[in-house]
């Protein structure tokens, strides 16, 4: 598997089609893509965090301003715990302050939080003006930037408060991983594992020969698996856009995930390792129904160890599962929905699992 050193993918959804441009090293023309994007504009909003902002905030101003655009920007608080309707209201208040028009851009350049918060804003004001997704983690490069997903949490759950929007461009430059916490890469990784789990079996063994590599951030393989996983999450969105039917299976080990981030009140776990966590009670849950062998479950369990990601499902009783699944915005009706493996790369939602078999499976996990 040997990429090309920059690659275009093209997001066909008709008047909402965009590229996803990766490149190693190409943050500094941004300023020239959007430049060629939005002839006739020269304002922008860049929302940002004091995490991220500090480390290419210049660049991207800079590159900005070489192309004839006036930035204003917004840095907000960093974290899961600031992804919030106020956070939200503070790129808002910025938008009113730069007096945006409706075709000028918000960039969001940072990790999935400040992506999902400046897309629902740029969904937003004015009924909805552009957005460009500058991903900076490994999550957002290989996910959340991609599929126009846009939201903030509430306290009764996480993204309940959103839109589908997508973006106008997604601008991924694979050296920003550079700087980011190795806990935040092995996050990351956990969520492209599941692109090998719900629909390449060659790709998960592919990553199993090369997850030292991924971990060590070699350029071949970093810029492999964005490729990989950029792929897979455009064809999923062109197929599915709002998730009417195969979207739905990106949602591997969220239904538990989320339940997890929400039950630890979003201090504990990262949101990839939630999902890792998650995604290893979907497996169990799948063999316990008869649909996969046990196997999986142990194939999963072995590449999460690699990645050093963790492995010990936190314990509450049944009832607070029920409870915190309860509330997930996936669900249909009062059903809870799942998504199981019928094997490695085969994935599929079951809307009718009873509670029994939940209980089963959150017992089969007490210690
Ligand atoms: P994050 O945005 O909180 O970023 C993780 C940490 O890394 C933060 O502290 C951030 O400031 C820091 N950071 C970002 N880029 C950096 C860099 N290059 N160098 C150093 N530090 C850097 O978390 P995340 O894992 O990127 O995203 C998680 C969020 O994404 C969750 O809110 C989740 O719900 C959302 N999400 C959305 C979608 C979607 O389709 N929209 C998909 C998956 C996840
Ligand atoms: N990350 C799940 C989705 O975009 O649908």
Request: aromatic content about 8%; proline content about 4%.
């Amino acid at each position: 598997m040997n990429q090309p050193a920059s690659r275009i993918y093209r997001v066909e959804l008709g008047p909402r089609s965009y590229d996803i441009h990766i490149e190693a090293g190409c943050l500094p023309q941004l300023g020239h893509a959007v430049r060629q994007l939005f002839p006739d504009v020269d304002r922008c909003l860049i929302v940002s965090n004091d995490v991220v902002a500090p480390l290419y905030l210049d660049v991207v101003q800079q590159s900005l301003a070489e192309s004839g655009w006036t930035c204003h920007s917004c840095i907000l608080k960093d974290g899961e715990q600031y992804k919030t309707l106020t956070a939200w209201g503070e790129i808002m208040d910025a938008l009113m302050q730069a007096r945006l028009s409706r075709g000028e851009p918000v960039i969001a350049l940072g990790g999935g939080v400040v992506g999902d918060m400046a897309g629902f804003a740029a969904a937003c004001y004015r009924r909805g003006i552009p957005c460009v997704q500058v991903p900076t983690t490994l999550l957002a490069q290989v996910d959340s930037s991609v599929g126009g997903k846009t939201a903030v949490n509430h306290p009764h759950g996480k993204n309940m408060i959103g839109a589908f929007y997508q973006p106008s461009l997604v601008w991924i430059d694979p050296l920003l991983l550079g700087t980011l916490e190795p806990r935040q890469l092995r996050a990351g990784i956990a969520e492209l594992i599941k692109y090998g789990l719900i629909r390449d079996a060659v790709f998960f063994t592919w990553l199993e020969a090369n997850m030292d590599g991924l971990l060590a951030l070699d350029s071949g393989i970093v810029s492999e698996v964005i490729h990989t996983s950029c792929r897979h999450k455009a064809e999923v969105v062109m197929a599915d856009e709002t998730e009417q039917g195969m979207r739905a299976l990106l949602n591997l080990g969220h239904t538990f995930g989320h339940a997890i981030e929400s039950m630890t009140r979003y201090t504990e776990y990262l949101h990839g390792e939630a999902v890792a966590l998650g995604t290893l009670m979907a497996a169990r849950l799948s063999a316990q129904l008869g649909y996969a062998s046990t196997d999986v479950e142990a194939s999963i369990r072995g590449l999460y160890a690699r990645a050093d990601l963790p492995l010990i499902i936190p314990q509450f009783d049944a009832g607070a599962w029920l409870d915190a699944m309860g509330h997930d915005k996936k669900n249909v009706g009062n059903r809870i929905r799942y998504i199981l493996l019928r094997g490695m790369g085969d994935a599929f939602v079951a809307e009718q699992v009873d509670e029994a078999a939940i209980r089963r499976l959150i017992s089969s996990f007490t210690v």
